[in-house]
């Protein structure tokens, strides 16, 4: 998608979108408010509320992670959430891609990344030599993934910070991330941020001309 195209259409559609899903996960807490101890959310704050004590008592007792503090029920959920609130940041990588060859590959990773992640997040949670012996394995298996541009490496942190909030049950941080990430991207991309250093304002910044030449 080029920057001459109007704008005002995807971004119309991303925010019906997050719109869309703040009003499912709002009736369905108000039609089956039974279920909200299910839904993968409050995890930040349970961590806040921890004190020392049980911090030590977490990092020294190991825990079953088929069993743990979420149920399976809370694991589908997450997943299902993480993978919801990915997709407008997938969206992103095809508006603001430079090239018409769009990466399936790399778009499917970036959306089924935080499913993994999320998974391994909830395994891991409250066992401290779990979460050691698990980055050991991790570590010995030499994972090569090479990226076409650096700007592709923010869709991959996006992808982890989205898997690890739904993971440790705090969706909603994940989702609040991907509302920043998707509208920040679009800005600076329909703005050209930083092609053009001529401009009054960076003239002004950088000290630079029209006149200089890169040498």
Known sequence: MRKS??????LFTITAYFVLLVV???????????????????????LIGSSVDESEI????????LVGNFESITLALAIVGSVLVMIPISWVYFITT????????FAQTIVVLPVIVSGIA??????LPLAFSLAGVVAAVR??????????????????AVGLGAGIGALGISFVI?????????ALWKLDYGSDLTTPFFSFLTGRGRDDQDL
Do not use: C
């Open 58 to 65: 977490i990092a020294t007792f190991i825990r079953d992670p």
């Open 98 to 105: 430079r090239t018409k060859q769009i990466s399936r590959s």
């Open 178 to 186: 991907s509302v920043g990430f998707v509208y920040v991207n679009l």
């Open 5 to 10: 195209t109007p704008i005002l259409n995807p």
């Open 24 to 46: 499912l996960v709002e009736g369905y807490i108000w039609f089956f408010p039974e279920h909200v101890p299910l839904l993968p959310f409050g995890g930040v704050e349970d």
């Open 143 to 160: 994972f090569r993934f090479s990226l076409e541009e650096p700007a592709h490496a923010l869709y991959i942190f996006a992808s982890i």
């Open 122 to 127: 909830m395994i891991v949670q409250n066992s």
